[in-house]
């Protein structure tokens, strides 16, 4: 398995919502990342787990609040969003440490504020 | 300060010629550095990497070639095909640093004309 899964893959919510994203992954990555992307813009770091624990939150306001239960999940949890926080979430994963490091990302979560 | 650079936004070329994206860096540190291609509302999908020790990666139609006194990157599609259009980010990280250190060129747009 060399897939980096996320759900959902488009999500509408309002201001007042709370959703989560989800992000899964099978490839024994210790590292798992939140990457936030505009349009036509690089993806943005938001935080890094490493091996199961939070080691960069590049910060990101508290409305966003990561969570890794495990190894291979890696959750999103939403709150009191804003409109211009619509973007495209992207997940990805990767060995922490050394060369050779190849970050597998995940097709997103489409997510739209209203 | 940005990086890792991508000067063109846009590159056009014909189907069965050769496409050329480029790249330049300023962090002489960075001794990794990898190609990624995306499709619009997916995540970005790794293409090709290559060492600093070394000067050139192919891997099928794609080759990367390192230039590392000029700190420069290129990737050469050959022959390009329709389905190449996408945007292509160049990215780098330094191995012994830690997992964050994943920096992103702003993409380069390809578009192969059949």
């Known amino acids: 398995d060399t897939e980096v899964t996320q759900t959902p893959k488009h999500l509408v919510m309002g201001m007042t919502n709370k959703k989560s994203l989800k992000c899964e992954q099978h490839m024994g990555h210790r590292a798992m990342y939140w990457y936030k992307q505009k349009a036509k813009k690089p993806p943005e770091l938001m935080f890094v787990y490493s091996y199961e624990k939070l080691s960069i939150n590049e910060s990101v306001p508290s409305r966003f609040s990561p969570e890794c239960p495990n190894s291979s999940l890696l959750n999103l949890h939403l709150h009191a969003l804003q409109p211009e926080d619509s973007a495209l979430y992207l997940c990805?994963?990767?060995?922490?440490?050394?060369?050779?490091?190849?970050?597998?990302f995940g097709s997103g979560t489409r997510l739209t504020v209203v | 300060d940005q990086q890792v650079k991508q000067n063109s936004p846009s590159l056009s070329v014909q189907e069965g010629r050769i496409s050329i994206l480029n790249c330049d860096y300023t962090?002489?540190?960075?001794?990794?550095f990898l190609w990624y291609k995306k499709y619009p509302a997916e995540g970005p999908t790794f293409l090709i990497s290559?060492?600093?020790?070394?000067d050139k990666n192919e891997d099928g139609r794609f080759t990367v070639f390192l230039n590392k006194s000029a700190k420069h990157l290129s990737l050469h599609i050959v022959p390009s095909q329709p389905g190449d259009s996408a945007v292509y980010f160049c990215a780098a990280y330094l191995s012994s640093g830690s997992a964050r250190q994943l920096t992103f060129g702003s993409g380069t747009q390809l578009t192969v004309l059949p």
């Open positions: 990805a994963s990767s060995q922490p440490l050394g060369t050779r490091r190849i970050y597998t």
């Open positions: 290559i060492s600093s020790i070394k």
């Open positions: 962090n002489s540190m960075f001794d990794y």
